[in-house]
């Protein structure tokens, strides 16, 4: 037999295989076994989620042998014939080849004839937002109250182009991007069901580069399969996406936590050696600087127990502000790329500029607190956002930041245990007054800050600010 893609061979067959989407499977569960059929659907979402899948499980649900239901058979004529494409109460059409109106006249001429083979004849339109004005004009009617036996099934991927007039006819279910996770889960379970050996760590990177879309996530799986020779493994897939794989990512973070130039400049070679994308590399660091501040901020928002773990030295060491102020490099980086005498400086630059920038409490990630500073990771001396801050004081001769120590103890302050140091920048100067000149003073209101931050980055506050 010939080779089938992963995404056809593994497109779910029922609802109970499918994955996510549950706010459309329990609606249209509960319709299909209460017999409250709507006449037309309407799925949006992006490429790739699942839309025509769900179609043609409903079109086996609504014509299985067994009767309407939620779960159809799977093993009937009916549902074999729509799993084989060759149903002929199923018409899929594609409304960006078939756009005009004697296209949806043709359609429509069809729909008054009673069914052939099934019980209802399903009208699958596929980026429906492509018909004509004339076409949508055309089918209005027949979409308001369609005769019995017809079920019109709607899918786009830009459902702003649709006039509301059709809108208003149908039942709209959004489908959402398809979270990393699940993503991981079923490329783990095809792997492992086509006796696939693969890494973990690979999964995450495909995951990754499919952006939300589980076909575009098996496409990259076959593709690394064919790479790997049989194998997914990590670097193989990163380098057969040109990414920047997480390890050069962290050793980054971890240099500049310990003030460590040379380190970050080194993970730059190493990268530069590999012909690595630094454009691709800011993004992924902004991408990684999103999910440290996610840690802090919302850690059940990082649904993945070994990225949390991960994560969690991370968000320990770098305090809310700096995270900000570091994405912004990140992301304004890339931007000046293109101004860079070549790639390398410019990321070399941004790095420099992220030390530059950092609040500087020269530890080790992970070693132990500095006796002096009570609870000193490297940049952790200002509050995080997370339980326990107190509001922080002026010019009482302590710095008055208040301060997490190790284990989410919180030091310094008004009130503060005497004997409690303030935290300082590297010149010396008390945590307060580098936060009050640093662009982002946390007492800012925060357009004023994101201005600021804007100008920073771009280099007009930087001589002000770090020195
Ligand atoms: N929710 C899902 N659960 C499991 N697999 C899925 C899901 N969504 C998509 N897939 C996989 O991706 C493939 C393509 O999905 P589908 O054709 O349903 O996407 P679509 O939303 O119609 O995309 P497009 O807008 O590009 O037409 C399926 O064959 C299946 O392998
Ligand atoms: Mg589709
Ligand atoms: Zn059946």
């Not at 390890?247 to 070679?269: F, P």
Request: aromatic residues 6%; contains cysteine.
């Amino acid at each position: 037999m010939s080779y089938q893609v992963l995404a056809r061979k593994w497109r779910p067959k029922n609802f109970a295989t499918l994955i996510g989407q549950e706010h459309v499977v329990r609606a249209l569960s509960h319709a299909l076994a209460t017999g409250r059929l709507h006449h037309a659907w309407l799925f949006t979402g992006t490429r790739g989620v699942g839309k025509t899948t769900i179609s043609r499980i409903l079109a086996k649900a609504l014509n299985c042998e067994t009767g309407v239901t939620p779960e159809p058979c799977g093993t009937c004529a009916a549902c074999r014939a729509i799993d084989a494409d060759r149903f002929p109460d199923y018409v899929e059409m594609d409304a960006a080849s078939n756009r005009g109106v004697e296209d949806m006249a043709a359609l429509l001429d069809k729909a008054v004839y009673a069914p052939v083979q099934g019980r209802y004849k399903v009208y699958m339109i596929d980026e429906v937002h492509m018909l004509t004005g004339h076409a949508f004009n055309a089918m209005l009617k027949t979409l308001e109250e369609p005769p019995e036996h017809v079920k019109f099934i709607l899918a786009t991927t830009d459902p702003q182009k649709i006039p509301v007039t059709v809108l208003s006819r149908c039942l709209q279910f959004n489908l959402k991007q398809m979270p990393p996770g699940h993503i991981i889960d079923h490329l783990g379970g095809i792997l492992e069901a086509e006796g696939v050996p693969f890494e973990a760590h690979a999964l995450r990177h495909l995951a990754k580069a499919a952006n939300g879309s589980m076909r575009d996530a098996l496409s990259l799986l076959d593709q690394a399969i064919a790479h790997g020779s049989g194998r997914v493994e990590e670097e193989q897939v990163s380098h057969m996406l040109g990414t920047v794989g997480d390890d050069h990512l962290y050793a980054v973070l971890d240099a500049l936590a310990a003030g460590d130039v040379a380190g970050m400049l080194a993970v730059a070679d190493r990268m530069e050696a590999r012909s690595l994308s630094f454009d691709a590399a800011l993004q992924a660091l902004a991408s990684l600087l999103h999910r440290i501040a996610l840690a802090q901020f919302a850690p059940a928002a990082i649904a993945d127990e070994t990225e949390r773990q991960r994560l969690a030295p991370y968000s320990e060491a770098f305090d809310a502000e700096f995270l900000q102020l570091a994405y912004q490099i990140a992301i304004h980086g890339r931007d000046e790329l293109s101004l860079a005498p070549d790639d390398y400086a410019g990321f070399t630059m941004s790095l420099l500029r992220l030390h530059a920038f950092r609040p500087e409490q020269p530890l080790a990630l992970g070693s132990p607190d500095d006796a002096a500073g009570g609870g000193g990771r490297a940049g952790a001396c200002h509050p995080r956002p997370p339980s326990g801050c107190e509001p922080r004081s002026t010019g009482d001769g302590t710095g008055g930041a208040t301060r997490h120590g190790a284990g989410g103890k919180t030091t310094g302050g008004k009130g503060a245990p005497s004997g409690a140091a303030p935290t300082r920048t590297r010149d010396g100067r008390s945590r307060d007054r580098f936060v009050d000149a640093w662009p982002c003073g946390g007492s800012r209101r925060k357009s004023d800050r994101t201005v600021e931050l804007r100008s920073a980055v771009g280099g007009s506050a930087a001589g002000s600010v770090c020195r």
